[in-house]
C-alpha cells in the first residue's frame, strides 16, 4: 500500500496531482486547507492525503511504460473513467500475452506479479511467493559455502594451541610411529640380503663356507632383533592410544562440557549460530551418550541427530489463530504494531474474517493515525480504550466481530512501573492470547531479562520480528527453550502483508542451520 501527500494551491489541482503520481484508483484519506502561506507568494494552500495498492500502482506505470510520450500525455490528460478502460484494456492484452507463452520460474526466481484487472468479480490475490519461506537477504551466510567433507583429524594434526603434555605426547607418539616404520624397514632389507647356502656346498667344509655361514647367523640374530624392538614399540603406541580423551583439556570447542573432539565441530556450529553455550553444550552432550562412539566419528550423523533434537522439543503454538483477543506486548522498537497490522492482513486477506483493531497507547506520536490509516486501508473498525472499565463496554459492542487485535504501548525494559499499568490495562477475557514482541537481533541476556520482567502481563507466546536484520537467529531457539513460551509467529521485513510467517518446527531448523540459503547454492 503506498501512502502519499500532495500539496497545492487549490483542490482541483491536489486531486489532478493525485491522478497523474498514483492514478484513477487512488484513494482519498483526508483533506484539508493550510492557512499557512504556501510558496513564495503567501497564498493559503491545500492538503491531500491519498492512498493506493501496490498492484494498482503497478498496473498504471506498466500501462505508462507501454506509451509514446505523446500518448502518455494524452492518457495523463484524459479523465478517470477513460484512463480505467485503457488500464484495464492493456492489462488484460498482457494477461492473455502470459497465458500464450507461460513463464517457467525456478527455486531462486523473483516471483513474477500477477497484473489482474480489479473490475472482474471473480479475481483473487495470487500467492505472495513461490516458495516456502519469505527470503531472508544474507550478506554473509554463516554456513552458505560448500566444503568438502574433511577427514577425521589425526593426532599430528590437532591444534597447536593444545597443552604442553599433550603435544609431548603426540610428539612422542609420531616419534614411535617412525622408528617402527625405521626397524620394519630394515628387517625388510635385511631379510632380502640374507643368503642361504645350498645343500651341495655344504657337502665340504671351506673357508669361504663358513665365512657365509657365520654371516647368515649374524643376519637372523638381527633380524630377531629388530622384531623384538618392533613389539616393544607397538606395545608403546598401544598405551598411547588408550589416554583418555579429557586428557586433551580446552584445546577444542566443546572440551569444558566435557565433549570430545568428535562433537566440537557441531558445537561451534550452534555457537556461530547464536545458540546459548550452554544450551549447545547440554544437547551435544546427550547426544555423546545415545549416538555409538563409531558413528560420532561422522559429523552428519551427528547433526542429523541434533536437527531431530530440535523437532522433537522446540515448542511452536499449535492454534496460533484461535483465540478471539490478540494482545501485543513488549518492550520500545520490539515491532508489535507492525507485527499487528500484519496478523490484521492476513486474518482479513487470507481467512476472511471479521477483525477490529484497538490501541491502548496514547502516549506515543502518530500511533492512533497510524493505526487508523492501516484500518481504513482494511476497511476495519478501530478503537481507543483509555481505561480498563472501558472494556466490558467494547465486548458487548464486538459481538459480530471474529478477532480483535489489541496494540499496547512499548515500555522500559528497567521501568517496572510502566510495566504494572500496561498490565492493569490488559483485559481479563477468557478467549485472548497475550503475544510477547521480541527483536530477533536482540541479545540473549537481553531477551530473557524482557521475558522475566513481562511475566507479570502473562504471555502465551513469543512473537520474533526483525528475522531481516540478524544474520544469527539462535536466540530464538535459545530463549524458547529456557522461557517454555511456545513460539507463534515471525515478522521478517516491513512489507505488509507479505513480511508473515506463522511459526513452525522446520522454519526454526532452518534458521539455524540454513538450509534455504545451502539448497540455493546446491541447485546452482
Not at 390 to 407: A, F, K, R, T
Request: charged letters at 25%; one cysteine or more.
Amino acid at each position: 500500500m503506498r501512502v502519499k501527500k500532495f500539496e497545492a494551491r487549490s483542490m482541483k489541482e491536489a486531486l489532478r496531482m493525485v491522478k497523474a503520481e498514483l492514478g484513477p484508483e487512488a484513494v482519498i484519506l483526508g483533506a484539508r486547507e493550510n492557512k499557512r502561506s504556501f510558496g513564495l507568494g503567501g497564498e493559503t494552500s491545500f492538503e491531500v492525503t491519498a492512498a493506493v495498492s501496490e498492484t494498482t500502482l503497478q498496473k498504471k506505470r506498466f500501462v505508462e511504460s507501454r506509451l509514446k510520450d505523446d500518448d502518455r500525455e494524452k492518457f495523463r490528460a484524459a479523465d478517470a473513467r477513460m484512463q480505467r478502460r485503457m488500464i484495464e484494456k492493456m492489462v488484460e492484452k498482457r494477461l492473455q500475452a502470459q497465458v500464450a507463452t507461460p513463464q517457467r520460474s525456478s527455486y531462486n526466481s523473483e516471483p513474477v506479479a500477477q497484473v489482474t484487472s480489479s473490475a472482474d468479480p471473480n479475481w483473487k490475490p495470487r500467492p505472495i511467493t513461490k516458495i516456502s519461506y519469505i527470503d531472508i537477504p544474507d550478506e554473509t551466510p554463516v554456513y552458505a559455502t560448500r566444503r568438502p567433507a574433511a577427514p577425521a583429524p589425526s593426532p599430528a594434526s590437532r591444534p597447536t594451541s593444545a597443552p604442553t603434555a599433550k603435544a609431548n605426547v603426540d610428539g612422542r607418539e609420531v616419534e614411535v610411529r617412525g622408528k617402527i616404520r625405521s626397524l620394519a624397514r630394515e628387517a625388510f632389507e635385511a631379510g632380502r640380503s640374507t643368503t642361504v647356502t645350498p645343500p651341495k656346498a655344504q657337502a665340504g667344509i671351506t673357508p669361504s663356507a663358513q665365512s657365509a655361514a657365520t654371516t647368515t647367523a649374524m643376519e637372523t640374530q638381527e633380524i630377531a632383533s629388530l622384531k623384538s624392538e618392533i613389539n616393544r614399540l607397538q606395545t608403546l603406541l598401544e598405551g598411547f592410544q588408550k589416554v583418555p580423551q579429557t586428557f586433551q583439556g580446552a584445546s577444542h570447542p566443546g572440551a569444558e562440557f566435557g565433549l570430545s573432539y568428535d562433537f566440537s565441530r557441531c558445537y561451534q556450529k550452534l555457537v556461530e549460530a547464536g545458540v546459548s553455550g550452554d544450551l549447545a553444550g547440554e544437547i551435544l552432550h546427550r547426544a555423546a551418550q545415545e549416538i555409538d562412539p563409531m558413528n560420532a566419528k561422522k559429523p552428519a550423523i551427528i547433526e542429523a541427530w541434533v536437527a531431530k533434537w530440535f523437532l522433537q522439543n522446540i515448542s511452536i503454538c499449535q492454534r496460533p489463530l484461535a483465540s478471539k483477543f490478540h494482545i501485543f506486548v513488549g518492550p520500545m522498537g520490539g515491532g508489535k504494531t507492525s507485527q499487528l497490522v500484519k496478523t490484521a492482513a492476513q486474518l482479513v486477506i487470507r481467512e476472511k474474517k471479521r477483525v477490529a483493531i484497538v490501541t491502548t497507547d496514547t502516549t506515543k506520536v502518530g500511533a492512533i493515525d497510524q493505526l487508523k490509516i492501516y484500518c481504513q486501508i482494511l476497511n476495519v473498525p478501530f478503537a481507543i480504550v483509555r481505561d480498563r472499565s472501558e472494556w466490558q463496554w467494547l465486548e458487548s459492542q464486538m459481538g459480530s466481530i471474529d478477532h480483535v487485535l489489541v496494540d499496547c504501548p512499548g515500555v522500559a525494559l528497567k521501568d517496572m512501573e510502566e510495566i504494572s499499568m500496561m498490565r492493569s490495562m490488559i483485559p481479563g477475557f477468557d478467549s485472548q492470547a497475550v503475544h510477547l514482541c521480541l527483536s530477533s537481533s536482540m541479545k540473549e541476556t537481553d531477551a530473557l531479562e524482557v521475558v522475566r520482567r513481562f511475566r507479570v502481563v502473562q504471555p502465551t507466546d513469543l512473537v520474533f520480528t526483525g528475522l531481516d536484520l540478524s544474520i544469527q537467529h539462535g536466540v530464538i531457539a535459545t530463549v524458547q527453550m529456557r522461557s517454555g513460551l511456545p513460539i507463534h509467529s515471525f515478522g521478517i521485513g516491513a512489507r505488509v502483508p507479505e513480511d508473515f510467517e506463522l511459526a513452525t518446527k522446520e522454519r526454526v531448523l532452518d534458521l539455524l542451520f540454513k538450509l534455504s540459503s545451502l539448497k540455493r547454492i546446491t541447485e546452482k
